[in-house]
DNA sequence: TTGGCGATAATGTCTATACATAATCGCAGA
DNA sequence: TCTGCGATTATGTATAGACATTATCGCCAA
């Protein structure tokens, strides 16, 4: 047990790494047979166990297939994914040293329409804060959150000012969510959008929705709306997780 | 060991649904500090690396910090962010049951001018392989792909025709990739691009950018433009990855 | 009061072993 | 040749024990 920290920190980092690396060059191609868990063991001098762990992880991480008795093969990459940043516009703002303010426009609690029915699963009629905001940095108007909270999941919401933090700020320190669902789309500015905004009615912008539920219970819709010319979405992204996903929403 | 088994499969499995439980439930809310190891040894009757093996699962996704001697405490929510999934054109429309066509319109090698340069990290002048694609859906445009190709790491592709698959899919089954870059961005159109999209000129576009490395060195671009009011990026998922990430690019 | 230093306590890693589970292989019998 | 069943084998889960690593706590001395 000398040789066992030779270059790396440890004995499974250096496992993984090591068939990490095989299968990101393309040495062991999707459908690969990976060495059984006992040849492992042996090649690198090692209990099985720690050899389990690798593997375990690896086929957590979607890298690798495993069924009993027939062993372990390299998956088969099926479709690519975009892990986005969301940042919060305060945290953003603090970051880049930029003056950061937000108005609400609109505060009103309101029954659901069919169509919003629809989209949380709820029943029409359900009565939701409905909260209009702007997000402004130095005097540039860079996002428009318009945001439905379910007072029956939050009922706090109900007596909250959001003075101090803007609505998504609030909720993401102070309800956890279970599920959420995204999407990403681009529509042309309405005149109304534009004049809240700035820019010309008819400008491209990107339009994120954002869903989530506790358990099942909805808690909020939120449908961000950018200015497609200042604003993008940014991920940076391993397949295989090891360092995290990094990245950013920018300018 | 009888009750070991009782509702759940699995020991290690049980431990890890209560404890995601009591943090999605908010019941142990962000900073609270979880029993140590050898107090949910106790609580489940279980060995020391049971226990450790669901904590290691639950620092490795993020949902609590782990440091020694000071113990494990739920891990504040810092910013969202949003798994979006791309799929494959031929394979979503062969799940879909419609008729799915590519035409290559350009095909050409070039040196590279000084922003993509900038973008991949390459030198000014390096030779790649471009390609516009267009894809077809029942005769409709569905998405308009210029791709650069690095013919440095992936030489294959100076011959390759394309004839029966378009590049992007190609190249999914052929190069491995370690790291990748996403950009999401709302455009109008342009003339050309709203030509071949079929959609009106200033129409807002989702343009969707994904830059490819394999071991730091560059292997390729895609930009791929879709007409806004035809297709958007839909993405569910759970902040535990219990269930994995589910989701799809839709019409 | 403050600074340092050692004891302590928690996590991190690894081993050897055991049994459970599932799927395949191959042989025996029809 | 085909079928079924048992042996085999690889993974899945769990245990108990050991030692390493690293913060923190608290005591003692300056």
Known sequence: MNEKTFGMKHLHQRIRDDIEARIMSGEWPPGHRIPFEHELMAEY???RMTVNKVMSTLAANGLITRRRRAGSVVAKPSNQQAVLQIQDF????????TEYRFKILKRSIEAIDAAAAQRTGLPT???MLCLSTLHVMNDVPQALEQRLIN?????EAG???FKDDPPGTWL??????????????AVNADSAI?????????????VLERRTWQAGAFVTEARITYPGERHHLIGRFS????GGAGGQAVS
């Open 194 to 206: 534009a004049k809240r905004l700035q820019v010309q009615t008819g400008a491209a912008c990107l």
């Open 151 to 155: 007072l029956a999941t939050v009922p």
């Open 90 to 97: 305060a945290l953003e703002a603090a970051r880049a040293g």
């Open 159 to 161: 007596e909250q000012s």
């Open 172 to 185: 993401l320190r102070r309800v956890p969510w279970t599920d959420a669902e995204h999407i990403v789309r």
């Open 45 to 47: 001098g090692c209990s």
């Open 125 to 127: 009629g359900t009565e």
């Open 239 to 242: 397949p295989s997780f090891k």
